[in-house]
């Protein structure tokens, strides 16, 4: 076995460890995967909700919106490739989909974070929404 496949090994289990977590009561990788990829769809509907308040706080700024769009649109480029890269690593695991869930879960979260911290944290204000929690 080569050092470099070791190292994502190691690097990757922190993913399976979340999807377990958060999916204790999957029976099996089948469960695991539908409850991950379920736990993913609600995280982008944070994220979307994000966006939007993030929209409509700068909506005066049609420069800053688009800008916010393009950005938008780079990071699930990025995101998603980034995952299927590891989804790749695992093509002999059955724990592919988890590792591929649990990292655009990751991703996504933290996404939705640096919406918060940057276009609604960043004012004079109170924040519009509360921030959003990075906990596994």
């Known amino acids: 076995m080569n050092k470099e496949w070791l190292a994502g090994l190691f690097l990757l289990l922190p993913g399976l460890a979340l999807a377990e977590e958060l999916c204790k009561d999957a029976e099996d990788t089948a469960a695991l995967n539908t409850c991950i990829h379920a736990e993913v769809e609600k995280a982008e ?14 909506a005066e700024r049609a420069d800053a919106v688009v800008t916010m769009e393009v950005a938008q649109g780079a990071w699930v480029r990025y995101r998603d490739s980034h995952c299927l890269a590891v989804y790749d690593l695992w093509h002999e695991g059955t724990v592919r989909g988890a590792m591929l869930g649990t990292c655009l879960l990751d991703h996504t979260r933290r996404r939705t974070h640096d919406i918060w911290e940057v276009y609604l944290a960043s004012s004079d204000d109170e924040p519009v929404l509360p921030e959003p929690s990075l906990d596994r």
Do not use: I
Not at 45 to 58: D, I, M
């Open 45 to 58: 509907g944070v994220l979307s909700r994000y966006l939007e308040a993030s929209r409509t706080l700068h």
